[in-house]
């Protein structure tokens, strides 16, 4: 039984409970918590439902708590409720109600975890966005990996979501990069605002092998960024993360999507025109100052687009635009909360930002600083290179996003049990291999054959309560948006596989018969690598079935 299913059960005998006792159903919640007791001696489960409804019906807690009890010993599976407290129900479960989770993980596979907890949600979620004037750095390397694993979470949980890369193809900055790649075809020295590294240089080539005796600034500037965004593109996919949209910000410009913006918040009336240029009152809703979108040349300004892009995911059918930002970014979100605001939004219900913080490579105990290719940057390819793909996306994922980290290049390639993504993925190679040895054993996987009665070991339960919170912890990690949830999950319930195997036996040994217990074991084995490579899949990471 998982925690669903048992809140599922106390919601219903407090429901039959209010009923007798002519109680006002509304004071029930949608649903009943459940949680595990600290101490595994007071049970399976524990839930503080009559607590926390007795004051609202006049009731007492205890009394109230008595009759929950006695409505839930009626229910197929549970065992034994128990009264702890002033109003506290601890439930056991029996075994074989605890064994049917293994049946129940092995059947529905791929699906089992996913949940509707978000289901109806329409969110776009973008990240990365790195600018087309280089390689990926380390913290959109982060991105890749975190916000990745965040789209698979908020898709499991039920959500609609549409993954976006924000590709700045117009500014500033592209005019340094074109300049930048001219003086390199030229063999001159990088403009002192420009951007080194070889991989300008192989750009530049690239470009002149394309157009020969070119040497216009805007050859430079359309062919080199198209070559580096594609190498952007391949670096993402190679990394294995992809998105349903591409969006360039010149076509802000080209379709006249920034005039919009302007007139939308015209008609709201939060804008105002001094020393010739156009603002926005973003003040009004918080900010620090109000903003520039037009100036006084006439130029739009970078927070117009982001007015204009923003609109245009709402137009699109966006109700919360997901955008993750990097640590240099932290002072964008007030401006963007009242930005939102300004077009009649609740930035609370349909915006959310999130910021990641700044990671570093380390080998040997010292941090490295510096690209091969970039020069002046560790990039996706140099973290790839290091500690390969799965190594680097759960090194990243694993961290709560808004904590600095340190990538120990010695530690992510070891292969030993610290090494937190080879603890998880041992455990999906060994059950993998499990499951051959019980098929060239003839040891079948026959539902009528399977009895959930005999996974009765203490560790064998420790590891069906470990698969029945898998849900949970999905729907938790989506909803607080926090993919780091899922990875330490896994490494637990590694552990928790691991004792199990230590102490129960899942084949029979030598020449002894096949007993139903193996049958049952074989389930559970089953049943655990289901798991693992189902929150694997969720890093993006692999679930090996041989190391």
């Not at 049970?43 to 708590?65: F, I, M, S």
């Not at 157009?211 to 993402?236: N, W, Y």
């Not at 049952?520 to 084995?525: K, P, T």
């Not at 049943?527 to 890093?539: Q, S």
Request: aromatic fraction near 8%; charge should be negative; glycine fraction near 8%.
């Amino acid at each position: 039984m998982t925690p669903a299913n048992i809140a599922d059960a106390v919601l219903t005998a407090a429901k039959a409970v209010f009923t007798a006792r002519g109680l006002d159903l509304a004071a029930l919640p949608a649903a009943a918590t459940v949680e595990r007791p600290r101490n595994p001696e007071h049970g399976d489960y524990a839930t503080n439902l009559a607590l926390q409804v007795a004051k609202k019906v006049g009731a007492n807690p205890r009394d109230l708590a008595s009759a929950l009890a006695a409505e839930l010993s009626k229910f197929t599976g549970i065992a034994a409720v128990e009264i702890a407290g002033p109003g506290f129900l601890n439930i056991r479960v029996d075994a074989a109600a605890a064994g049917e989770l293994a049946r129940l993980v092995v059947t529905e596979g791929a699906a089992y975890g996913h949940g509707t907890a978000l289901a109806g949600v329409r969110l776009n979620l973008e990240f990365v966005s790195a600018n087309p004037t280089g390689p990926i750095h380390l913290g959109g390397v982060r991105w890749a990996a975190v916000g990745d694993a965040l789209a698979r979470l908020l898709k499991a949980a039920g959500a609609d979501v549409t993954t976006e890369y924000y590709f700045n193809d117009a500014g500033s900055q592209i005019d340094r990069f074109a300049k930048s790649l001219r003086a390199a075809a030229r063999g001159e020295a990088t403009p002192e605002d420009g951007y080194g590294g070889a991989y300008i240089a192989e750009i530049a080539e690239a470009v002149k092998a394309k157009h020969p005796g070119a040497d216009d600034l805007e050859t430079f500037r359309v062919e080199g960024v198209e070559l580096m965004f594609a190498q952007i593109k391949s670096s993402l996919a190679e990394f294995g993360t992809h998105f349903d949209v591409y969006f360039n910000e010149k076509d802000l410009h080209t379709k006249g999507e920034l005039d919009l913006a302007l007139e939308r918040l015209r008609a709201q009336g939060h804008l105002f025109e001094a020393d010739g240029a156009t603002w926005l009152r973003t003040t009004d809703f918080g900010d620090d100052k109000d903003r520039v979108l037009r100036k006084s040349d006439g130029d739009w300004t970078y927070f117009a687009a982001d007015c204009a892009y923003y609109l245009d995911k709402r137009e699109r059918g966006a109700e919360k635009v997901v955008i993750m930002l990097g640590a240099d970014h932290h002072g964008y979100v007030g401006r963007m909360r009242a930005m939102a605001a300004c077009f009649g939004d609740d930035p609370d219900v349909n915006l959310e930002i999130l910021i990641g913080q700044l990671v570093s490579l380390v080998r040997d105990g010292q941090p490295l600083r510096m690209s091969k290719r970039a020069g002046t940057v560790v990039t996706m390819e140099d973290l790839v290179e290091a500690i390969g793909v799965d190594a680097s996306r759960y090194a990243l994922a694993r961290y709560s996003s808004d904590s600095p980290i340190d990538i120990d290049v010695d530690l992510w390639t070891r292969a030993g049990n610290e090494n937190p993504v080879y603890y998880v993925q041992y455990v999906a190679a060994r059950t993998a291999s499990i499951a051959r040895m019980a098929a060239d054993l003839g040891l079948s996987r026959d539902h009528a054959e399977f009895d959930a009665s005999l996974l009765s070991h203490p560790k064998e339960l420790e590891l069906l309560k470990a698969l029945g919170d898998y849900p949970g912890v999905i729907s938790g990690a989506a909803e607080l948006r926090e993919p780091h949830r899922v990875a330490r999950y896994l490494e637990s319930l590694a552990g928790d596989f691991h004792r199990f195997y230590d102490n129960c036996r899942v084949l029979p040994m030598g020449d002894a018969p096949i007993e139903p217990v193996n049958v049952a074991r074989l389930w559970l084995n089953d049943a655990t690598r289901t798991v693992i490579a189902n929150g694997l899949g969720l890093l993006g990471v692999t679930a090996p079935e041989r190391m």
